[in-house]
């Protein structure tokens, strides 16, 4: 199995804060969160406990254009979301964001995984190919920028509810 992961703090805001915002995101919502870099972002088929949902993204990572649908395959409200991509069918490649809320945030680990179980192993080299260390760079880049930008802007648009 290949992952690449990165961890990153987020200041003043809660997993469940970003989880709900992932499952409900518009592409407008999407693009105003990194303009020029996320394009397009939104769900194309709900369910009612959002397990199942079939996502379109559309992002800038590093130089790459990474388009792709993904079906979301857990939630955990306020610790975790996986998304499993898919083309015609499920591929064995995940986007799992795991959050763990601190009296100053949340850190959050952002891991894409991609690999085959069982004999399929073998032919996890192929994954390399795709997943370049140019790749891992940029997707550990694109992800420390992209976090404490979300929590600014819903830090911007979440009312204070703390007492005065």
């Avoid at 995101?25 to 303009?35: G, N």
């Avoid at 992002?59 to 079906?71: D, S």
């Avoid at 190919?129 to 802007?153: N, V």
């Amino acid at each position: 199995m290949l992952t690449i992961q990165t961890q990153v703090h987020v200041s003043n805001i809660t997993g469940a804060e970003m989880i709900d915002f992932m499952l409900h995101c518009t592409d407008r919502e999407y693009q105003a969160w990194w303009q020029g870099t996320h394009l397009e972002f939104h769900t194309i088929k709900r369910y009612p406990d959002n397990i199942g949902n079939i996502v379109y993204m559309d992002e800038f990572v590093g130089k790459k254009r990474v388009k792709m649908l993904a079906i979301v395959t857990e939630v955990i409200p306020g610790r975790r979301i996986v998304w499993q991509m898919k083309q015609i069918v499920r591929l064995p490649v995940w986007l799992i964001i795991d959050f763990v809320d601190d009296p100053r945030g949340v850190r959050l680990t952002h891991s894409l995984q991609a690999g085959f179980k069982g004999l399929g192993r073998i032919l996890d080299p192929i994954w390399r190919i795709y997943f370049t260390d140019e790749f891992r760079q940029s997707m550990d880049e694109h992800a420390t920028i992209e976090f404490p930008k979300l929590g600014e802007m819903l830090r911007t648009q979440i009312p204070n509810t703390s007492p005065a």
